[in-house]
């Protein structure tokens, strides 16, 4: 394991891998920057937005794809060291306009190269089942695939892409679903359990899948990662320094690091590691996300 940098973010989420460009990219959504790192040298930096990003995935063609405060985004970051913004593009509102206290959250692309995103009301005290799940492609926004979503997380598509999983991060859900998913309309069916975190300490909350079809996901609270089989069986639990994990993404040359961003608990324990970065070597590789569009 080894810390990247000494960045310490606010609520680090959303790691993708950029084969085209070989660095990482994440996301610390109060403090509206989108991160990278290049993992062969080290370098780091970051771009400002001006709404929160929950979550970021890869464009064919360049750039990122965002689900943020009012909708989904374009970003278009450029290299000139000294211009530190993005340039934002919206491309989608859902049909029932974000409300006031509202964001996109966790997201990633299908192996088809579908957007998809969900919703949540940011204050999680009030325990709002307002959470929807989207999708984003050439047809424009979808309609809700998924609703009554508290926090919504842990999306993850399977090697083939035909099973896609689903988390409620919430503390009163804590709940992993798989889905049958349809790779050539973009839809999910057959909700059903697929890992039942209600009695442990960690919640579920951002996941990677790997080349074995395994799903990795963050135990937020809990310091630790969690890996399911296929079948939902829990197959190895990774303890990491920081109590809050957020979300782990593979990436690498050969695709055999794992990312990690993390969120500050604020407890004298997690002061060190709280919102620190790290890379792991897993001992398995992940698979190529599909960039949006391709």
């Not at 929950?54 to 405060?69: K, N, S």
Request: glycine share 12%; charged share 25%.
């Amino acid at each position: 394991m080894e810390r990247v940098s000494d960045i310490k973010c606010a609520v680090g989420e959303s790691p993708t891998w950029s084969a085209a460009e070989s660095v990482f990219y994440w996301t610390d959504i109060p403090a509206k920057r989108v991160w990278r790192l290049d993992p062969a040298t080290g370098a780091t930096r970051f771009w400002t937005l001006d709404e929160m990003a929950g979550c970021v995935a890869t464009r064919a063609g360049g750039g990122l794809i965002a689900g943020m405060e009012t909708g989904v985004f374009q970003l278009d970051l450029g290299d000139e060291v000294e211009i530190q913004a993005a340039v934002q593009t919206k491309l989608a509102t859902p049909g029932a306009a974000l409300g006031e206290g509202m964001r996109f959250n966790d997201g990633r692309c299908d192996r088809q190269g579908r957007f998809w995103s969900g919703t949540m009301f940011m204050d999680m005290g009030q325990a709002r089942p307002v959470g929807k799940l989207y999708r984003y492609d050439s047809r424009g926004i979808s309609k809700p695939m998924v609703s009554d979503l508290l926090t919504q997380n842990g999306l993850g598509f399977s090697p083939d892409g035909r099973t896609m999983y689903l988390s409620d991060s919430h503390p009163l859900r804590r709940m992993v679903w798989a889905f049958d998913y349809d790779i050539d309309d973009g839809v999910p069916t057959n909700q059903r359990v697929f890992a039942d975190l209600t009695k442990s300490v960690g919640r579920p909350d951002g996941a990677a899948v790997d080349s074995e079809g395994c799903y990795w996901v963050c135990g937020n609270d809990g310091g630790y990662i969690l890996r399911f089989t296929p079948q939902g069986k829990l197959d190895r639990k990774l303890d990491v320094p920081m109590l809050k994990p957020a979300m782990c993404a593979f990436g690498g040359k050969n695709l055999d690091q794992l990312l990690v961003t993390s969120i500050p608990s604020g407890k004298p324990e997690d002061a060190e590691w709280g919102g620190a970065v790290i890379l792991l070597e897993p001992g398995v590789k992940g698979i190529a996300e599909t960039p949006f569009g391709a």
